[in-house]
């Protein structure tokens, strides 16, 4: 099943729940049932991140299988293609397809912070090289790839960033699912100008449940999205006063209102940042009330 036409074919919003492999095997198990916890949750897919450089490619296979295969939901595979060449990529799809997993969301990634390195020398240099690779070598396979609400880091201009965007839609990206934001008219701008240009393929808002001080200053930094200042005064109150817990639940109602004006606006869906924690989504869930 492709992602695109299970979004299709859904009338009302869903959830997509985002996942990494824990790295530790002996905590897996504890994974799954966080997994089968967030069935609670409908979800339309999950999808398992891909370490860059393809550290953990084996298990973001075994994974995506498991979903599929044991817990029963749709899955999807990141894949990156930095360091990658063709036949690396093909091969991974093949043994994606051998366990039913057929769909991915095509990523660059990000270049490797030690040892000489070069884009210059990539098979691959961009996001949008490996959608077209994927699109010709196993048209079975449904495509999403990312968007950047605030623009990537690394773009000279929104314009540009936007352009690029659109070159992945154009190449056989059917949807995009944002990068994490917490101004939802980041997210509501970002789609308008898409739509401007003539791409109108659904765009799934990435949120993460703000679980903590520390984890949300951890996450930004490797990301490098941004925090509205007001936000971030609230939640240092809110630690100054009730320390963690208190953090947790502006947290949630932040997520909560958050949730209730994309959908308000005519997001397609919301992709939960789950962090492998199930509690949390599954609170933000029975707030919001959409299941
Ligand atoms: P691209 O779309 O290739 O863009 C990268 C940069 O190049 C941008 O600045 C863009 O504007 C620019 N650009 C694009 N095309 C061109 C062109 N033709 N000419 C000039 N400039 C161009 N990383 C992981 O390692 N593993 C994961 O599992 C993972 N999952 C992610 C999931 C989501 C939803 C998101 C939003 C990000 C994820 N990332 C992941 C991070 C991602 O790999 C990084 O953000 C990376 O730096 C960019 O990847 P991309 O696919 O967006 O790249």
């Not at 540009?160 to 509501?188: C, H, M, N, P, W």
Request: glycine content about 8%; proline content about 5%; aromatic content about 10%.
């Amino acid at each position: 099943l492709k992602i695109i036409d299970l979004i299709k074919a859904r009338s009302t919003p869903f959830y997509s729940l985002e996942f990494f492999p824990p790295k530790e095997r002996e905590n897996w198990p504890a994974f799954f049932r966080t997994v089968e916890r967030l069935k609670a949750l409908n979800p339309l897919f999950a999808s398992v991140t891909y370490g860059a450089g393809g550290s953990t490619q084996d298990n973001t296979l075994e994974i995506t299988a498991h979903i599929k295969n044991v817990i029963g939901i749709e899955p999807m595979a990141h894949l990156t293609c930095v360091g990658a060449d063709g036949a690396k990529i093909r091969d991974f799809l093949q043994r994606l397809r051998a366990e039913g997993v057929n769909n991915i969301l095509a990523l660059r990634g990000d270049a490797p912070r030690t040892g000489d390195f070069s884009w210059d020398d990539q098979e691959f240099k961009y996001a949008s090289d490996l959608v077209s690779f994927v699109r010709t070598c196993c048209p079975d396979f449904g495509i999403g790839a990312a968007g950047y609400p605030a623009a990537h880091p690394e773009s000279q201009t929104f314009r540009d960033d936007l352009a690029f965007t659109k070159v992945k839609v154009d190449a056989g990206s059917e949807f995009i699912v944002t990068q994490l934001f917490f101004d939802v008219r980041e997210y509501f701008s970002f789609v308008e100008q898409l739509r401007a240009m003539g791409v109108n393929t659904p765009v799934l808002p990435g949120i993460l449940p703000i679980q903590s001080l520390a984890s949300v200053r951890r996450i930004l930094t490797l990301c490098g999205a941004n925090i509205p200042g007001k936000l971030y005064l609230a939640l240092e109150e809110a630690n100054d006063k009730g320390g963690d817990a208190a953090v947790k639940e502006a947290g949630l109602a932040f997520a909560v209102d958050q949730i209730r004006r994309l959908i308000d606006g005519g997001a397609p869906g919301i992709h939960l940042y789950t962090l492998n924690k199930a509690g949390m989504c599954l609170e933000i869930a029975d707030r919001v009330g959409l299941k």
